[in-house]
């Protein structure tokens, strides 16, 4: 895809690269023993070490690392065997240490790659420039008392996995296509739950403009935008400005900015943007994090199907399109509800149930996976259903509006409303009887050719049978009758 | 009767054994002899009555036959350990009346194993200081006076703890030592001091100043008394990333009396230009001694010691630059701050009133060395200078078994003394610095007396994890030097 910036003076191209602050799954925080569950009462998750008493001294929690390295190999990135810790040094009120422990020079995640499923069913490949783990600050609330600022820290010291993509992002629409991506894969491992609302997941956009084919641009970062559409709108947006600017002869400054989705406009941050040194330097606390092979293939072990094998199975083995099979690895509850209902099934006709009829009815209702009323063993019941001719197609349907509505078990509200399928030949034998007797004159005009005439008379014996009479079986006898 | 604070820990610990006094008794009389000696400011807080409800549990520990390698003995811990319901300053005004709600590794230790605190000694602010002038609760004096009286410094940074064995006012006490803050003082007022291998004892509790060099250690009368009292405060500890998880040997053990045929390394490096005749000479009695116990004596090169103390100047300041970031005035400690103060404000105005001068220098010299521009140049080239003088050490240990050095470059000096430079008060360090930049053992011990009567000590320096054979070397050393005298006061 390209995307060009039509300005004045000529096309511009945008380019992009996302850092993404990825909270880790983890019971307790990076370096203390307490709690990472979100929104227990304030302050309640705070050991010494977070509260960065006198003497307290942080050792690192080794779930946190297993969660790294297993985003790495979900990732296809190099792991790195020996990795080091190193203090970020600033003062603020939300970061008891006075510094960060973070990475550094040596990160514990380096090269990989992203693959993007675009919406027009094509793929780009984005690399990935490195993993780090480091820690959480907590969190300032300036809302709580008309003079003084609220701490709470909860969050100080939860372990975080910075992901930092390379400048390979050339559209918007790939800016999303990425945060998509990783969203899935972070929560097929199971190592960030992805919720960008809750904040467990935020983003970073570096953005320049250039003309095409000429060397980067001057970089501009927005900090923290918090949903998949805001990142575009931003991106779009911060362009646009830093094209204007270029264009009315001005230059690029190298800034921190702000994305404001209310007013549609990014803004220089002012008070946290004096210039900070942050001093780094390896945390002495700390020994360098070195683990062996031997650690890495446990965890490569316990791997699961990350979304890119998964979509080339649904399409080799399934039958699948790669859009169609893209919709369904895109989140992992949708793919394991597709392989419930595909399980022994038409894998195609599945999809087509799942994608079509299910998630269009979700979106409609605005309701997600996880809170569909029709379960996946209850959709396949359906599919079967169709399949061993107890319900034609158009009655499934039906059918699945009730389930929508009801929750209910196709088979019960095939029973219970008496939607079976006639295939008894008597009774569509006396069905297509009086339809003929009725219409002799229709009867005739096929017999002297008018196929499409046919066609008709289907529909009246389903209409007079209230669609339950098998389509195939009226279509047969009918011919039989009238031309046999 | 015998005066109990004469007693060596040795020998306390034997005589409660035998019953010859109670701990309290012992706790009594050194709680006495600390406040017959308050004008020494050897404590920032005295603890009497917690030291006398504990040496009553030690008592009645004993009474049932349950006594810990430590039991009932009385000592002083530097006011860096934090400990448990009693106020911990590291010697500053930013955290007075700070009373942490939990107990350091190695005051646990000690108290697991039946030790009673006496009170909390005083020192440098943040262990930072070669003087003991830098606290913000008054200088420490040095029991021993010089010849015309006047008050003499400790030593630092464990000033306090240092003075208070010296002075009879604790049996023993716990040190922590950065770049010479346990060996410098022992020397300085007439006592042992042990810096173990950096990783030996933990590090958890204890008010940070420079993380990769901080190592506790015992200051006792007698190389046993380490040895006894090491026991007590070594071990791993999974709180300390950095502790190693190693047994702890019986140190006292150690102490065979015999190094024969033990090779002990003379470095060339430590003769210094300018160093008082009096200090080579008691560097050379030491040789002599060694020598007749039967130890065969080597020359060793250890080329990048001049580096070294450039180096410490250069690594301890920019931890301490990081490790102090967090008394902001926030959570603890003071704060200053006027209405309609800014975070900002807050942070100055607390951090302004609340480190002292020296403090402050090192705060500022070690957020230099480590911002953007300057970090290769001083952080980073120092890094690798460490790595050399590390190099140096492990080159030497391949030949000998330890090292014999001076402690310090001259015997403690009057107060207000080397306060015009800094540099010349960090000048005291010289010797005892590029142990600890190696992160290896250093004992100190009583060796011999200046023209002015006043006490020199020398230094044994071992291979990471030997402090057994360090203190082998320390014991045998101390039976030839035979240094009997007293500080003022203390004689007979």
Redesign the interface.
């Known amino acids: 895809m390209t995307y060009i910036i039509e300005g004045s003076t000529g096309p511009w191209e945008i380019v992009v690269g996302l850092e993404v602050h990825c909270q880790v799954v983890s019971n307790s925080k990076l370096f203390s023993g307490a709690s990472t569950k979100f929104g227990n009462e304030a302050n309640s998750n705070v050991s010494?070490v977070d509260?960065?008493?006198?003497?307290?001294?942080?050792?690192?929690n080794e779930e946190c690392v297993r969660q790294a390295v297993k985003t790495g190999l979900g990732l296809k990135a190099q792991i790195n065997k020996e990795s080091v810790f190193s203090?970020k040094?600033y003062?603020?009120?939300d970061l008891?240490?006075?510094?960060q422990i973070s990475q550094f020079d040596k990160p514990i995640v380096g090269k990989g790659t992203i693959i993007l499923d675009m919406p027009d069913g094509t793929t780009k490949s984005v690399g990935i420039e490195r993993l780090h783990l480091e820690q959480d600050a907590g969190k300032s609330m300036h809302d709580q008392d008309p003079k003084y600022?609220h701490?709470d820290l909860n969050r100080s010291g939860v372990a975080l996995m910075e992901i930092v993509s390379d400048p390979d992002i050339r559209h918007p629409e790939e800016a999303g296509a990425y945060l998509t991506k990783l969203r899935a894969i972070v929560r097929y491992l199971g190592t960030c739950d992805g919720n960008m609302n809750e904040g467990s997941m935020r983003c970073d956009a570096n953005v320049s403009v250039r003309r095409p084919g000429e060397p980067f641009g001057t970089r501009c970062e927005i900090k923290n935008v918090n949903s998949i559409r805001f990142v575009m709108q931003a991106i779009e947006i911060e362009a646009k400005r830093q094209v204007e600017v270029l264009e009315a002869g001005g230059e690029i400054i190298q800034q921190t900015r702000l994305f404001d989705q209310r007013l549609g406009e990014t803004r220089a941050m002012r008070s946290k943007e004096m210039a900070h040194?942050y001093?780094?330097?390896p945390?002495?606390?700390?020994?360098p994090l070195v683990f062996d092979d031997a650690f890495i293939a446990e965890i490569e072990k316990t791997l699961p199907e990350l979304p890119d094998e998964k979509k080339a199975r649904f399409i080799n083995e399934n039958g699948l399109s790669a859009y169609d099979a893209g919709v369904l690895v895109a989140e992992k509850e949708k793919a394991d509800y597709y392989e419930i209902v595909a399980k022994g099934r038409d894998g195609k006709l599945a999809a087509n149930w799942v994608i079509t009829n299910l998630f269009g009815a979700l979106n409609k209702a605005e309701v997600g996976i996880a809170d569909s009323p029709v379960t996946a063993e209850n959709l396949g019941k359906l599919i079967d259903l169709i399949s061993n001719d107890t319900i034609s197609g158009r009655i499934a349907k039906d059918v699945f509006e009730i389930m929508i509505e009801t929750g209910g078990d196709p088979e019960k509200i095939v029973e219970e409303k008496g939607l079976k399928q006639i295939t008894d030949t008597g009774a569509i034998e006396s069905a297509i009887d009086e339809v003929i007797a009725a219409n002799p004159d229709k009867v005739q005009e096929i017999r002297d050719g008018k196929d499409r005439m046919l066609g008709w008379f289907v529909g009246q014996v389903m209409k007079s049978t209230g669609g339950k009479a098998n389509p195939g079986m009226v279509n047969k006898m009918l011919r039989d009758k009238i031309l046999g | 009767m015998t005066d109990l604070t004469k007693l060596t820990l040795a020998e306390a610990r034997d005589g409660l054994a035998k019953g010859d006094y109670t701990s309290v008794e012992l706790t009594q009389a050194h709680l006495k002899s600390m406040e017959a000696h308050r004008n020494l400011n050897a404590y920032i807080t005295e603890t009497p009555d917690k030291a006398i409800e504990m040496a009553k549990a030690s008592d009645a520990k004993r009474a049932k036959g349950d006594a810990g390698n430590m039991e009932g003995l009385p000592i002083a811990v530097k006011d860096l350990f934090c400990t448990e319901g009693v106020q911990t300053t590291a010697a500053s005004h930013i955290l007075e009346g700070f009373k942490p709600e939990y107990e350091s590794t190695v005051t646990s230790k000690l108290f697991d194993n039946g030790a009673v605190m006496l009170g909390k000694a005083n020192l440098d602010e943040f262990a930072m200081g070669s003087a003991n002038t830098s606290s913000y609760y008054g200088n420490v004096i040095n029991p021993w006076k010089g010849k015309d009286g006047k008050d003499l410094v400790p030593g630092g940074s464990s000033g306090g703890s240092a003075a208070a064995v010296a002075g009879g006012m604790a049996l023993a006490a716990t040190g922590t030592d950065t770049g010479g803050s346990i060996r410098q003082p022992a020397s300085y007022c007439g006592i042992v001091g042990l810096k173990p291998t950096y990783g030996r004892c933990s590090r958890w509790g204890v008010v940070a100043f420079a993380s990769s060099l901080d190592q506790a250690g015992p200051m006792t009368k007698t190389v046993r008394d380490a040895a006894i009292m090491l026991g007590s405060m070594a071990g791993h500890d999974a709180k300390d990333s950095t502790s190693a998880p190693m047994a702890v040997p019986d140190f006292e053990a150690a102490l065979t009396g015999d190094i024969r045929g033990m090779k002990i390394g003379i470095p060339k490096e430590y003769r210094v230009d300018g160093m008082p005749e009096e200090i080579t000479k008691l560097w050379e009695n030491g040789v002599a001694m060694l020598r007749d116990a039967g130890a065969e004596v080597v020359d060793v090169t250890l080329p990048h010691t001049k580096y070294a103390l450039g180096t410490y100047y250069i690594v301890a300041p920019a931890e301490a630059s990081s490790n102090l970031a967090r008394y902001d005035g926030l959570r603890y400690g003071q704060r200053v701050m006027d209405e309609g103060d800014s975070l900002d404000d807050m942070y100055s105005k607390s951090r302004a009133a609340g480190f002292g001068k020296e403090v402050q220098r090192r705060i500022m010299i070690g957020t230099y060395v480590l911002s953007a521009g300057y970090y290769d140049a001083y952080y980073n080239k120092a890094l690798k200078v460490r790595r050399r003088i590390y190099e140096d050490f492990a080159n030497a240990f391949g030949k000998v078994d330890a090292i014999l050095a001076p402690t310090a470059p001259s015997a403690a000096f009057a107060i207000g003394e080397n306060e015009d430079d800094p540099v010349k008060m960090y000048l005291n360090d010289v010797f005892t610095v590029p142990a600890s930049l190696a992160g290896l053992p250093g004992l100190s011990l009583p060796a011999g007396l200046s023209s002015e009567g006043l006490p020199l000590g020398l230094q044994l320096i071992g291979k990471p994890f030997d402090e057994e054979t360090v203190l082998r070397v320390g014991g045998v050393l101390e039976s030839a030097a035979n240094f009997t005298a007293k500080p003022f006061g203390q004689e007979g």
């Open positions: 010494l509260a960065a008493m006198p003497g307290m001294l942080p050792v690192i203090r040094n003062f603020y009120a008891p240490q006075g510094y600022s701490i040194d001093r780094y330097f945390d002495p606390d700390l020994l």
